[in-house]
């Protein structure tokens, strides 16, 4: 099976709508497949349908059955996005999305082969404007998934979503995520996620890191909490090793050299060592955060000094937060002298 990280499913769900083909996204806990998919149909003006199929049983889908006319006949369940159904439009565009499909038990899988597949159950016909994906966790980690029956596993175009640190930033940067914890993640990506262990397999632990609980870790990080107590919470989300690692690397970021000084004095501010990667990536991305119009000239200066692949982050990060300054003097000119690591 073919992994995506992130930003490599937005075009793939993409393609997959204008393919008319239903998408399977498979991944570990926390990983955000849901995420995704609901970002996907925000983004491209689509009403999102969010299904569970382990609340329904295996008729629900067809619906509930009465007589007319001494017949027999199905009324559909209101949520489906259903030929007929006066809550959906023909002509706005539906992203039905099967989420959690494995904790859903083998006798609604089966009813999901005909809506899959098909498009319809029974009588009920999908709306032509439908899209249909589904996620869920693999099989084998432990999160109450049930085997996919195979006749279901090939209705489907599959693929597996890993983590990745660029994809992931690019989010963190659009969603007000603190600085502190994207340079923390830049500088131990391998702690994006603990779900899988060095050894490859599964952790046995109850608390594992993933882009879902450092996301926790963001939120508790912003009610400004006693240290002690910030520490213990973050561990309660991403697990005791991570949380003491986030604690090391947020002691390291109060001694960083002064952002203001680099800022004010670019040529003669103090620079942090290329023997610490930490301090680096501390610095760098205090210096995305603080770059605006009036400061972009000078952090740039100071950027000169720098590794040219600590410059290249700290012009992404900028640009990222502010588009505009993609127009900069001193942001045309560096992309420029740093081409070759910009395109790299």
Same mark, same amino acid.
């Given at each position: ?44 003006? /689509? ?289 420029? /002298? ?7």
């Amino acid at each position: 099976m073919m992994q995506l990280n992130a930003a490599q499913l937005v075009p793939a769900l993409k393609a997959m709508e204008n393919a008319r083909l239903a998408f399977m996204i498979w991944g570990t806990p926390g990983i955000g497949k849901s995420a995704v998919v609901n970002q996907y149909a925000e983004a491209t003006g /689509k009403r999102l349908v969010d299904i569970r199929l382990s609340q329904f049983d295996s008729v629900d889908l067809r619906g509930f059955p009465s007589v007319s006319d001494g017949w027999a006949q199905w009324n559909a369940p209101r949520i489906l996005p259903f030929k007929g159904n006066p809550d959906f439009h023909p002509k706005n565009p539906v992203v039905l999305f099967l989420d959690e499909l494995l904790q859903a038990p083998p006798a609604v899988q089966a009813v999901a082969f005909q809506l899959v597949l098909d498009r319809r159950v029974g009588e009920h016909e999908l709306m032509d404007n439908v899209f249909v994906v589904a996620a869920s966790n693999r099989d084998t980690d432990r999160a109450g998934a049930n085997r996919m029956l195979t006749a279901l596993a090939n209705r489907f175009v599959h693929v597996e979503m890993v983590p990745n640190l660029d994809a992931w930033v690019d989010w963190a940067l659009d969603h007000d995520i603190d600085s502190k914890l994207i340079a923390f993640l830049r500088f131990r990506p391998e702690l994006m996620s603990t779900f899988i262990t060095s050894k490859g397999a599964v952790t046995s632990e109850k608390v594992f890191a993933s882009l879902r609980s450092w996301e926790f870790v963001d939120r508790i990080v912003k009610q400004k909490l006693s240290l002690d107590l910030e520490v213990s919470l973050c561990a309660g989300a991403v697990g005791d090793g991570p949380a003491a690692e986030l604690k090391a690397f947020w002691d390291t970021w109060a001694s960083m050299p002064s952002i203001d000084n680099a800022i004010m004095n670019p040529d003669t501010a103090e620079l942090p060592s290329v023997k610490r990667p930490d301090v680096m990536f501390a610095v760098t991305t205090a210096l995305g955060e603080r770059a605006e119009q009036g400061t972009f000239g000078n952090i740039l200066k100071y950027c000169d000094r720098l590794p040219p692949e600590y410059a290249v982050r700290v012009m992404r990060d900028a640009t990222r937060r502010n588009v505009a300054l993609g127009l900069h003097t001193a942001f045309l000119r560096a992309v420029t /002298k740093y081409s070759n690591y910009w395109k790299a």
